[in-house]
Nanobody, 123 residues
């Protein structure tokens, strides 16, 4: 089970940090990711981090502004979001990939999802 939190209302240029806590003892075996879904749009990939935390990948739209990290001792994955823009407004979801796959940027690459946390960026 994944539980995301940390969303809220922020002005453009501001920062937020999202957290996603997981229950269970296999957390360190999962690739983790963040997706987002804006109103009227499809859910899209934001970032992912490997099981060890050694490698991260980002969508071009957030590269250089967002940072994904994980703390396996706390069973938590984070998304630090800086220089936020109004177009970052969306519900953000954390996801876990329990089965090793080649892909990591599609919704179907992940097996477990958090409930989502709303991020609103005002201009």
């Amino acid at each position: 089970q994944l539980q995301a939190c940390g969303g809220g209302l922020v002005q453009a240029g501001g920062s937020l940090r999202l957290s996603c806590a997981a229950s269970g003892r296999s957390f360190s075996n999962y690739r983790l990711g963040w997706f987002r879904q804006a109103p009227g749009k499809e859910r899209e990939f934001v970032a992912t981090i490997t099981r060890s935390g050694g490698t991260q990948y980002y969508a071009d739209s957030v590269k250089g502004r967002f940072t994904i990290s994980r703390d396996n001792a706390k069973n938590t994955v984070y998304l630090q979001m800086n220089s936020l823009k109004p177009e970052d407004t969306a519900v953000y979801y954390c996801a876990a990939q329990s089965v090793v796959r080649n892909g990591f940027s599609r919704k179907n690459d992940y097996d477990y999802w958090g409930q989502g946390t709303l991020v609103t960026v005002s201009s």
